[in-house]
């Protein structure tokens, strides 16, 4: 059982020295980018929810 867990771990330090990690500067940009249209969803589905939730208060008066 060791045996397994142990080459296991192998393996994934062996697949992760394959990885290609992005560098600093393309980690920060991705970021903004993510943070930027996570912030422009929220408004847009913010503004969906009010419009919906007026109209169905009105229709519901």
């Known amino acids: 059982m060791i045996t397994k867990i142990r080459l296991f771990f192998e393996s994934v330090v062996f697949e992760l020295k394959k990885v290609s990690w992005p560098s600093w500067a393309e980690l920060k ?33």
Do not use: N
């Not at 930027?36 to 009010?50: T, Y």
């Open 29 to 61: 940009g991705s970021t903004i980018v993510v943070l930027v249209f996570s912030l422009i969803l929220a408004i847009f589905l913010f503004g969906i929810d009010r419009t919906l939730g007026g109209v169905v208060g009105y229709l519901l008066q």
